[in-house]
C-alpha cells in the first residue's frame, strides 16, 4: 500500500507508518551491526555499467513522465544527525577507498575521488561511481541537498571531488556508499579554463560549490517587528511580546516577508525520526531551498540558525570552516520542521524568522494571514504591553487530533487553559462531541443556500446539542471549539433571511 497524496496533504495510514517504522529500524539495525567492518572491493567495471544503466532508466522516468510529480512521496530516514565538517581541508590527512569502515564517519581524514560514470538524478537525493588515485571504486551519494549553482547536480558540474571526513554507510536498500549530507563536506576541484591542462596539480582550485564572502546581517528589513520583542519565557523557550503600547483588537501586530518559501506539489518526503520513531510528512522541498539561498547568502546563517531546532549540530554561530559558508542541513530541517508553515494551497510552504518566535496557544490573542508570502499577524483582541503574543498552530476543534498535530509535528504539549479543561472531560463526552461536530461538518457541507426554515430548526438543534457536551461552569470565558462551523453557519442563514 502506498500513502494516498491530495494536493494538500499526505495520509498515511497507521500499517503504512508502521511498515515504515519497520523498514527503518531494520536498516538502521544493519548499519550498527556492520559499523567498523571492513569494505568490501567493488568490481570498477560492473559498477560503472550498474551506474551508466540507472542513470539513463531515472532520465528515462523523467522524459517519459509528462507531468513529473511524484505520487508516492520519497521516504527518508532521518536517524542519526552528525555536525559538518569543521576543519579547514590543508589540515586533514589523506583517506583511501581502500581505507574505509562501514558505518564510520572518518574524523581527522579527506578523500579525494574521480567521477568514472554518469549521475542517477532521483528526487530525493543523486548518485554517481567515484575512484581513487589508486584504482578503487566506490559509490558516492548526495541526500536531498545536491542541487549547486544555476539548479544543476552537484555531482554533474565537476569531475573531481574532495570529501572532507568522509562518511560510508549503506543505503537504505542496503548497499554501501560514500554519503554527503552537509554540501560543505563535499568540494569540488575545477581546473582553470585558460590554464594549463587539469592534470597539473598546481594548476587546479579547490571550490565548495557556492561560496560568496561572509558578510554580517541581522536584520531582515522586509519585517514590521517594531511593536514586539523575543523574550524567554517560563515553560515554552523564547516567545514574542508586545512592546511600546498596547495593540488593539483588529490591528497588525506585525508583518513579514517569508525569508523563503516554496509553491507547488511534490515538495514533501514522508520521514522517519530515529530520534522518537515518529512518521511525519516533511516540507523537503522548503529544507532544500532554505539551504540553498543560505549557501548563497552565508550573512543569514546566524540568524536562521538561532531558530528553535531539536538538533543542536555545530552551534548556530558557526556560518564557515575555512573552506567557505558551512550550513548544517540536519539543524535546518530541525527548524524547518519546528517553525515552517504551511501556505494553504498544493504543499506550499515557508519560513517567516520573526513570526517563528510567536507559540502557539488554542485560545489565542491573535491570527495570521498571507498576502502571498507576506505574513500579517492581527490582533483577535486587546494586547496588553508586556503580553505575549499567540497565534494557533492547530485549529482542530476535536481535542485529541488538535495534542496528536502539536506533539508530531510541534513536539509539546499544549497547556493552555482549553486544553486543560477539555483534557478533564470523560472520553465519553469527548466522543459524543467528536461525532456531533462529524454530523454539523456534514450539515454544513450538503446544506442548500438560502437556508430553509426546517434546515435553520435542525442547524439549531445539533449546535444546542454539542453545546450541551461542554459543562456550562467549567468552559467559562473559554471557546467551544467544536460549535464554531454550525455557529457561523447559522449566524450566515440568519443574515441572510
Ligand atoms: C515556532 S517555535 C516558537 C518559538 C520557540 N518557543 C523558540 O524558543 O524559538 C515552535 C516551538 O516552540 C515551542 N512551543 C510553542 N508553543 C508552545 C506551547 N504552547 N507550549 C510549549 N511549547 C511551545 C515548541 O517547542 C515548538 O516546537
Known amino acids: ?107 581527522g581524514r579527506q578523500l579525494a575521488v574521480k567521477r568514472m560514470s554518469p549521475v542517477v538524478t532521483l528526487s530525493t537525493r543523486s548518485w554517481t561511481m567515484v575512484q581513487d588515485d589508486a584504482g578503487e571504486i566506490e559509490r558516492l551519494e548526495i541526500a536531498l541537498h545536491s542541487t549547486g549553482p544555476g539548479g544543476r547536480d552537484m555531482l554533474e558540474s565537476a569531475r573531481s571531488f574532495v570529501l572532507k571526513e568522509p562518511y560510508f554507510t549503506l543505503t537504505p536498500d542496503g548497499e554501501p556508499t560514500l554519503r554527503i549530507d552537509h554540501p560543505s563536506d563535499l568540494l569540488t576541484i575545477t581546473a582553470p579554463t585558460n590554464k594549463a591542462p587539469a592534470s597539473d596539480p598546481a594548476n587546479t582550485q579547490l571550490t565548495t560549490t557556492v561560496s560568496p564572502p561572509v558578510k554580517a546581517k541581522s536584520v531582515n528589513a522586509t519585517s514590521v517587528g517594531g511593536r514586539t520583542e523575543v523574550r524567554e519565557t517560563a515553560t515554552m523557550g523564547r ?6 503600547q498596547v495593540v488593539k483588537r483588529g490591528e497588525v501586530v506585525m508583518g513579514e516577508k517569508a525569508f523563503c518559501a516554496v509553491s507547488g506539489v511534490g515538495k514533501t518526503a514522508v520521514t522517519w525520526d530515529g530520534r522518537d520513531g515518529r512518521v511525519r510528512v516533511a516540507a523537503v522541498g522548503l529544507e532544500r531551498a532554505v539551504v540553498k539561498k543560505l549557501l548563497g547568502n552565508p550573512g ?108 508530531t509535528t510541534w513536539g509539546f504539549e499544549c497547556g493552555c487553559a482549553l486544553c486543560v479543561v477539555e483534557k478533564g472531560d470523560e472520553p465519553a463526552v469527548r466522543e459524543t462531541r467528536r461525532e456531533l461536530a462529524k454530523e454539523a461538518d456534514e450539515f454544513v457541507r450538503v446544506a442548500r443556500w438560502p437556508a430553509g426554515r426546517l434546515a435553520i430548526v435542525k442547524g439549531r438543534r445539533l449546535a444546542k446539542k454539542i453545546q450541551e457536551t461542554y459543562g456550562e461552569e467549567r468552559y467559562r470565558g473559554l471557546p467551544r471549539l467544536a460549535t464554531r462551523g454550525i455557529q457561523a453557519w447559522l449566524a450566515k442563514a440568519a443574515a441572510s433571511s
Open 1 to 107: 500500500m502506498t500513502p494516498k497524496s491530495s494536493d494538500t496533504t499526505i495520509y498515511l495510514t497507521e500499517q503504512e507508518a508502521d511498515r515504515i517504522r519497520k523498514t527503518a529500524t531494520e536498516h538502521l539495525k544493519k548499519c550498527s551491526d556492520l559499523a567498523g567492518h571492513a569494505r568490501e572491493p567493488r568490481d570498477a567495471k560492473a559498477a560503472i555499467s550498474q551506474a551508466t544503466g540507472a542513470a539513463l532508466m531515472a532520465d528515462m522516468g523523467t522524459m517519459t513522465l509528462a507531468h513529473p510529480q511524484p505520487i508516492t512521496p520519497p521516504l527518508l530516514i532521518v536517524s542519526q544527525p552528525y555536525p559538518p565538517s569543521l576543519i579547514p581541508i590543508s589540515e586533514l590527512r589523506p583517506i583511501k577507498i581502500s581505507e574505509l569502515q562501514l558505518s564510520t564517519h572518518h574524523r
Open 239 to 244: 516567545g514574542l511580546f508586545v512592546v511600546g
Open 300 to 407: 543569514e546563517i546566524g540568524q536562521v540558525m538561532g531558530l528553535f531546532g531539536d538538533w543542536e549540530g555545530a552551534g548556530e554561530r558557526v556560518v564557515e570552516a575555512g573552506d567557505g559558508p558551512v550550513v548544517d542541513v540536519f539543524r535546518v530541517q530541525d527548524i524547518v520542521a519546528r517553525n515552517a508553515f504551511g501556505m494553504g494551497e498544493g504543499g506550499s510552504a515557508g519560513l517567516w524568522i520573526r513570526a517563528a518566535y510567536i507559540n502557539h496557544s488554542c485560545v489565542p490573542n491573535a491570527e495570521r494571514e498571507l498576502v502571498g508570502d507576506l505574513m500579517i499577524v492581527r490582533a483577535t483582541r486587546d494586547i496588553a504591553v508586556g503580553e505575549q503574543i499567540f497565534h494557533s498552530y492547530d485549529q482542530s476543534a476535536d481535542y485529541e487530533a488538535r495534542q496528536k498535530v502539536l506533539i
